[in-house]
């Protein structure tokens, strides 16, 4: 679960700042996407932008897990906010962010293998992950490879496995479909959606249209930095 209670993000502008999330709350349910929509510049990605700890708010938390374990990130320092990013949470841009020189399958043994110890179990563990993630996005017959021997659909798919590696309870993922012809982009929706579910993660979702909206579980409609209204 993520919870993002009463964030309120500003950026420098001229003399003054521009409030890019205004008290906003919302909450990301374990096996279910959440869809955050709205018009450009309402704060949208802003909001991404805090849930992944890349960015800390001005106010407000950002609450993992429930309970007496949750964790406040908005209270962690940088370096704590990057360990923590690593353990728990899985990021999908826009565009796919791929290493140009590696294949599909060392994007993901690359991702697997940061932050942790070395040693051959573990080693073998994640290839086995590793190949299972790239059965599960259905490219275990493209994983040698590179970026430009795929296609953009295909290089999402990469990316969406490469987030799941070390296992994380959220999922963000930012307007995946935007450089996606619209059956393709309904193909990598509806990829998210079952592993959402089947993974269990709490995926919040950035999309400025709802022509997929049949993948989206939850929706919120973000207004000018405000991110409180359920649209049926
Ligand atoms: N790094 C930044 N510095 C200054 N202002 C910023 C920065 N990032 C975003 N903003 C401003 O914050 C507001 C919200 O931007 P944000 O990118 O979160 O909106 P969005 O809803 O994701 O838009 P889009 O759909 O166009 O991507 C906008 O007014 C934007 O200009």
Redesign the pocket.
């Known amino acids: 679960m993520i919870a993002l209670q009463d964030v309120t993000l500003t ?1 420098p ?1 001229g003399a003054g700042r ?1 409030t ?1 999330v205004d008290r906003a709350s919302l909450r990301g349910e374990n096996g279910v996407v959440t869809g955050i929509t ?1 018009p ?7 909001i991404l932008a805090v849930a992944a700890t890349l960015i800390r708010p001005d106010s407000g938390r950002v609450l993992l897990g429930d309970g007496p374990s949750a964790i406040d990130a908005a209270q962690l320092s940088a370096r704590d906010a990057t360990a923590l990013r690593r353990e728990r949470i899985g990021i999908v841009f826009q565009q796919s962010h791929l290493l140009p020189a590696l294949t599909a399958r060392e994007q993901l043994q690359v991702m697997g293998r940061l932050g942790g110890r070395r040693g051959a179990s573990r080693r073998a563990r994640i290839d086995a992950r590793v190949e299972e993630l790239l059965h599960a996005v259905g490219l275990s017959e493209h994983a040698g490879r590179r970026p430009h021997q795929l296609s953009g659909g295909q290089r999402q798919r990469v990316a969406i496995a490469r987030a799941l590696v070390h296992e994380p309870d959220v999922l963000l993922v930012d307007e995946p479909t935007s450089a996606l012809d619209q059956e393709r982009g309904a193909e990598i929706m509806r990829l998210i959606a079952r592993l959402t579910r089947e993974r269990g993660t709490a995926t919040l979702l950035v999309t ?1 249209d709802l022509v997929h909206r049949e993948s989206l579980d939850e929706l919120v409609h ?1 207004v000018d930095g405000r991110a409180a209204v359920p649209v049926s």
């Open positions: 950026f502008d521009i890019a709205g450009s510049g309402s704060g949208k990605s802003s400025h973000v």
